[in-house]
Nanobody, 121 residues
Framework: QVQLVESGGGLVQAGGSLRLSCIASGSIVSISVMRWYRQAPGKQRELVAAITSGGSTNYADSVKGRFTISRDNAKNTVYLQMNSLKPEDTAVYYC???????????????WGQGTQVTASS
């Protein structure tokens, strides 16, 4: 069984910072890509940032220069450092991980439960 647990969300004033964490646990052999998505009320879920096992990253244009994704492979953890938060960043943030479990030969995608981020104006 695999579990993704997110933490670090909360309420912050516009211009402030938050750091999200997502820990993957369970019968994991290997993790490839780790991502952060977000979904605001009434909007579709969108990709915020992604990082490969080798450390290559990509970001949505709306967060470039403000957000930084990183990972700790030894801890099966992905982080999202969010600076200069804007009210339009308000959303539920989800981590998404492609991983291989024991007794499997393929990668599958898993989701966390989501954490609320609110940036007030």
């Amino acid at each position: 069984q695999v579990q993704l647990v997110e933490s670090g969300g909360g309420l912050v004033q516009a211009g402030g910072s938050l750091r999200l964490s997502c820990i993957a646990s369970g019968s994991i052999v290997s993790i490839s890509v780790m991502r952060w998505y977000r979904q605001a009320p009434g909007k579709q879920r969108e990709l915020v940032a992604a990082i490969t096992s080798g450390g290559s990253t990509n970001y949505a244009d709306s967060v470039k220069g403000r957000f930084t994704i990183s990972r700790d492979n030894a801890k099966n953890t992905v982080y999202l450092q969010m600076n200069s938060l804007k009210p339009e960043d308000t959303a539920v943030y989800y981590c998404n991980v492609d991983l291989m479990r024991y007794y499997s030969s393929t990668y599958a995608s898993y989701w966390g439960q989501g954490t609320q981020v609110t940036a007030s104006s």
